[in-house]
């Protein structure tokens, strides 16, 4: 079946350091791609999100690639701060014949920021 | 807008009872959703819906049932509990057929 594998499950970086989080998918029709951020005992929020028409996306210190002919996607935090500290989801998506998208979610990524 | 709620935040649960876990959203969005999320996991769809009236089957559907009888509400029906389904509930709703937006969530714990 479809399935998202998510590298690293966990990473600790030092304050100031880069990141860097790393999925591969498996459906060759995903399209949308989107990142959440999960805070412990909150919900996942989004923070950014890529289409596959598009290669690379950022926002401030955040940026997304995607190389769809190898299948992955990353996730790039530059500058990392104390309050990147959370659990990183991506997502792996495509239409369905229903008209919404069925999204298929990593393991997540447990992020440390070491101050 | 208070965006996507969820009740309970949290509730105990015998072997064998049944509970509705409600989800409501203000954003007129069209499409909804369920998903579990087990300790250390991702997040699995049970079930979501595209418009009032219409539901289908996620990854996870067995032991659940939904209804959307209006564009706001979509709840989550557990029929005969399981410990197998201890876990934290994420509603989410969507405005268009990408970007979702999450509810805060309702832990379970079935004993």
């Known amino acids: 079946g479809e399935n998202v594998e998510q590298h690293p499950s966990t990473l600790s970086v030092q304050e100031g350091d880069s990141a860097v989080i790393k999925c591969t998918y498996s459906?060759?029709?995903?399209?949308?791609f989107p990142w959440y951020k999960q805070e412990l005992g909150k919900r996942p929020q989004l923070i950014i999100d890529?289409?596959?028409?598009?290669g690379e996306k950022k926002d401030q210190r955040i940026a997304v690639t995607l190389n769809k002919t190898a299948k992955h996607f990353s996730l790039h935090i530059t500058e990392t701060q104390p309050e990147d500290s959370a659990v990183y989801f991506c997502?792996?998506?495509?239409?369905?014949?229903?008209?919404?998208?069925?999204?298929?979610f990593g393991t997540g990524t447990r992020l440390k920021v070491l101050a | 807008n208070a965006g996507v709620t969820q009740t309970p935040k949290f509730r105990i649960l015998k072997i064998g009872q049944s509970m509705t876990l409600q989800c409501a959203q203000d954003?007129?969005?069209?499409?909804m959703y369920w998903y579990r999320q087990d300790p250390g996991m991702g997040l699995k769809l049970i079930y979501y819906?595209?418009?009032?009236?219409?539901?289908d089957k996620g990854e996870v559907p067995n032991g659940y049932n939904v209804s959307r009888s209006t564009t706001e509400d979509f709840p989550l029906r557990l029929e005969l509990a399981a410990p197998s389904q201890t876990s934290v509930y994420f509603c989410?709703?969507?405005?268009?057929?990408?970007?979702?937006?999450f509810g805060p969530g309702t832990r379970l714990t079935v004993l």
């Open positions: 989410a709703s969507s405005p268009t057929v990408s970007r979702q937006f």
């Open positions: 459906d060759s029709a995903s399209n949308y």
């Open positions: 890529i289409r596959s028409n598009v």
């Open positions: 997502a792996a998506s495509r239409a369905t014949t229903s008209g919404t998208y069925k999204y298929i």
């Open positions: 954003m007129n969005h069209n499409y």
């Open positions: 819906s595209v418009g009032a009236g219409i539901t």
